[in-house]
């Protein structure tokens, strides 16, 4: 079992920056790639970072390239997103999630575990 908790969502100007964390329970963090996604509302969950276990390599939307950074660290069974240039449309929901899988990352149905969410609001 994996438990997740996010934080570090708020409100922030467009071009500002924010850094979620999500803090997970359980032994079984370092064997598990991590992936944050968002949704925003009236729309589907959507990829945005995940990064693998064994040898932590990072994989990133489109929309999100070149601003924002996953990184983990095991020894605080925690993993980071760092958000920089944040545009409204960056406004949404932000969930991390774990998976045992280090493949096929970007789809929603290989994650296991859910956070319950924290919300980013960038004003323009």
């Known amino acids: 079992q994996v438990h997740l908790v996010e934080s570090g969502g708020g409100l922030v100007q467009a071009g500002g920056s924010l850094r979620l964390s999500c803090a997970a329970s359980g032994r079984t963090f370092s064997t598990h790639s991590m992936g944050w996604f968002r949704q925003a509302p009236g729309k589907d969950r959507e990829f945005v970072a995940a990064?693998?276990?064994?040898?932590?390599?990072?994989y990133y939307a489109d929309s999100v390239k070149g601003r924002c950074t996953i990184s983990r660290d095991n020894a605080k069974n925690t993993v980071y997103l760092q958000m920089n240039s944040l545009k409204p449309e960056d406004t949404a929901n932000y969930y991390c999630a774990a998976t045992p899988r280090q493949y096929d990352l970007g789809n929603t149905a290989g994650y296991g575990y859910w956070g319950q969410g924290t919300q980013v609001t960038v004003s323009s």
């Open positions: 990064i693998t276990w064994s040898v932590p390599r990072p």
